[in-house]
């Protein structure tokens, strides 16, 4: 049964841990990571971005995937599944589709519409029992499209839009998806603090959790970050570990070319950098 991530985010931001949204992108993936969270009895945030439910053939195959895999592997740890940087119609096409927690960016739009279209999925979440990510200041690098230079979110937006009812807020603090630029200026503190003074209970997100340094994490996490995403890591351990297979020639070897053979290097590999994290971001033993 999926769970909206409300409760998850109320104790992780009590309790000073943060739980990890970790990105889908087949069967694989989510298996790999729903086993690594029950392993690790963690509360665990699947995120699916909108170019991912298209891949996967839309948000329903991918909301039924997920509750029958949730079934047939036992998981009994707490699983949300999440819209990742949702545009408006995707958000309501989630909901639609049985997911338990959606994104809204708007942060693209100038603030008035973004207050004016975040609240509006405030009332439809509240009544069907979801949690609602809201979004103030892009967050850097590339996402489905969506590119944003990494700029720091203006806290007084932030609470404007914290105090529409939302359940977690995205703050750009000078964060970027994918990998790092060798000249990247470091997370902006100042204005996590700022943004959290604020904004109060409000459980925050952090995007782009790949490559940022695990002191820069754990500073994030107790300034009120409780929610921090991983996708690039995943996707870089998954393809060197498929590299290796494929270099070394075990797919030539018997019946090394069977995909069950073939991806399960990488599957290891998934569930070796999700536990990390975990590990990591303080939620192991938190289900």
Known sequence: MLVSAKEMLTKAKAGKYAVGQFNINNLEWTKAILITA???NSPVILGVSEGAGKYMCGFKTVADMVKAMIEDLGITVPVA???DHGSYEGAKKCIAAGFSSVMFDGSHYPIEENIEKTKELVGICDELGLSLEAEVGSIGGEEDGVVGAGECADPNECKMIADLGVTMLAAGIGNIHGKYPENWAGLSFD???AIQQLTGDMPLVLHGGTGIPAEMIKKAISLGVSKINVNTECQLSFADATRKYIEEGKDLQGKG?????LL????EAIKATVKEKMELFGSVGKA
């Open 264 to 267: 399960a290097p990488g599957f």
């Open 191 to 193: 204005t996590l603090d």
């Open 81 to 83: 599944l999440h819209l």
């Open 257 to 261: 070319f069977d995909p069950r053979k």
């Open 38 to 40: 029950q392993e690790q």
